[in-house]
Every structure is written in structure tokens, then in C-alpha cells.
Nanobody, 116 residues
Framework: QVHLVESGGGLVQAGGSLRLSCAVSTTFFSIYTVGWYRQAPGKQRELVATITGSGNTNFADSMKERFTISRDNAKNTVYLQMNILKPEDTAVYYC??????????WGQGTQVTVSS
């Protein structure tokens, strides 16, 4: 079973930055697709960004200019650097992994609140 622990959320003013981290407990991290989703109050969970084991990234259009996703396979960790944050970025951010066999695992989420 894959275990994910997110960190780095918090309260930030509009225009500020945050970096989220997600530590993943799996021997096969380097071949997993990993990424971030978010869910704002009253809204469906939506894609933020993913990164494959080979480093290919996929972003939601509204975030690709401000957010960066990266991974450190030596540390089994995926990062989300968020810049120029806006109040509409306020949400719970969830880390996820997808194994090559297709099974998904999720973290417990970390709250990001952007004040105007």
C-alpha cells in the first residue's frame, strides 16, 4: 500500500508563493506518475499538475504559467511550487500517485488559503 504525506500548505497573501511537498512511501516511486489535484469548497476535485517517471509534465491550463511540478526520486518526493497565488487558488491540495498498473493512491490533503 502506498502512503502519501503532504506538507507545505498554509495561509499566504495574494501574489505570494508556497511550495508543497509530498513524501511517498513506495519502492517503485521512480516509475510512478505523481501529481497534485485540488478541491475548493463546493467544487469538484480538479487537476493541478502531474509528472511521469520520465519527467513529462501535464498542467491545468489556468495554472501552467504560475505553478511548477518537480520530483526527487532519491527522496521519493514530489513538489509543487506555486507562484503569484490568487484567492481562487484557495483549496485543499491533494497529492496522488498512479502506478504503472493504473492504481491510484491519495494523500490526506493540505490546505492552501490565499487572502486578498
Amino acid at each position: 500500500q502506498v502512503h502519501l504525506v503532504e506538507s507545505g500548505g498554509g495561509l499566504v497573501q495574494a501574489g505570494g508563493s508556497l511550495r508543497l511537498s509530498c513524501a511517498v512511501s513506495t519502492t517503485f516511486f521512480s516509475i510512478y506518475t505523481v501529481g497534485w489535484y485540488r478541491q475548493a469548497p463546493g467544487k469538484q476535485r480538479e487537476l493541478v499538475a502531474t509528472i511521469t517517471g520520465s519527467g513529462n509534465t501535464n498542467f491545468a491550463d489556468s495554472m501552467k504559467e504560475r505553478f511548477t511540478i518537480s520530483r526527487d526520486n532519491a527522496k521519493n518526493t514530489v513538489y509543487l511550487q506555486m507562484n503569484i497565488l490568487k484567492p481562487e487558488d484557495t483549496a485543499v491540495y491533494y497529492c496522488m500517485t498512479r502506478s504503472p498498473l493504473g492504481g491510484d493512491s491519495w494523500g490526506q490533503g493540505t490546505q492552501v488559503t490565499v487572502s486578498s
